[in-house]
């Protein structure tokens, strides 16, 4: 983090797009920037919704923040814009270190909302339906910035420009970047430690992903 970290757009869906090969039919991936003062609640950003509500939203993941510098380096790699809120986000920030927070990690925006680290965000084929890019779901995950699902701890209001601080980290070490691609066992044990110790509370995908790991490759320890 530095001293600049800050919210670059606010982003909610612009319209339900269809999707026919996903379960339900539609899709709410099309988010795009608003402007002024936005509430958000512990479910997420108000304006913003989730179509296949069983995969995507709820509490453990009430508002997806990505990295503005993640965001520059695929426009380089793609040869084309990637705006504020094409990735699906509702958070550009400028600064923070997504990919390097700590699952559990806190952070303040602005003056009033505090959101907490559960995760990395997973691709799925409803998002690389929406890039139309050839295999976009194994370069997005190979790339290994996949942004950072967030919890909402305190509600309030929200606006582009509005400072982005981190006010606690766990002290497990296990990062988003750590958590997303091939997660290795001794990491997820970490994780499972620390909210056994009551250090974080996971979200159940992460829980999940971790105990995977975990049984697949046999590493020690209650799961």
């Given amino acids: 983090m530095t001293g600049s970290s800050r919210v670059l757009a606010v982003c ?16 709410s991936i099309d988010k795009r ?7 958000v609640t512990e479910l997420g950003v108000t304006g913003d919704s989730q179509s296949d509500t069983a995969n995507h939203g709820g509490a453990d993941q009430a508002v997806y923040a990505y990295a503005e510098a993640d965001a520059a380096w695929w426009a380089g790699e793609l040869a084309r814009p990637v705006p504020p809120g094409l990735f699906g986000e509702n958070l550009r920030t400028e600064g923070i270190d997504v990919t390097g927070a700590e699952i559990g990690e806190r952070w303040r925006i602005g003056a ?5 680290v559960t995760g990395p965000r997973i691709p799925c084929a409803t998002f690389q339906r929406r890039m139309g890019e050839s295999h976009w779901v194994r370069r997005f995950t190979e790339r290994g910035a996949p942004g950072a699902m967030l919890r909402v701890h305190a509600v309030g209001e929200i606006e582009v420009g509005d400072p982005v601080e981190v006010v606690h980290r766990p002290g497990h070490g296990v990062t988003v970047g750590a958590a997303f691609l091939r997660p290795a066992p001794a990491d997820m044990r970490l994780l499972l430690d620390a909210e056994k110790a009551g250090q974080i ?18 590493f020690p320890g209650r799961t």
Avoid: I, N, Q, W
Wanted: no cysteine.
């Fill in 12 to 27: 909610v869906v612009h319209a339900l797009l269809s999707d026919p090969e996903s379960a339900v039919g539609v899709t």
């Fill in 33 to 39: 920037p608003v402007a002024g003062p936005v509430l």
């Fill in 112 to 116: 009033e909302v505090v959101v907490e």
């Fill in 201 to 218: 509370v996971l979200g159940e995908s992460m829980r999940k992903r971790a105990r995977k790991a975990v049984r697949r490759f046999g």
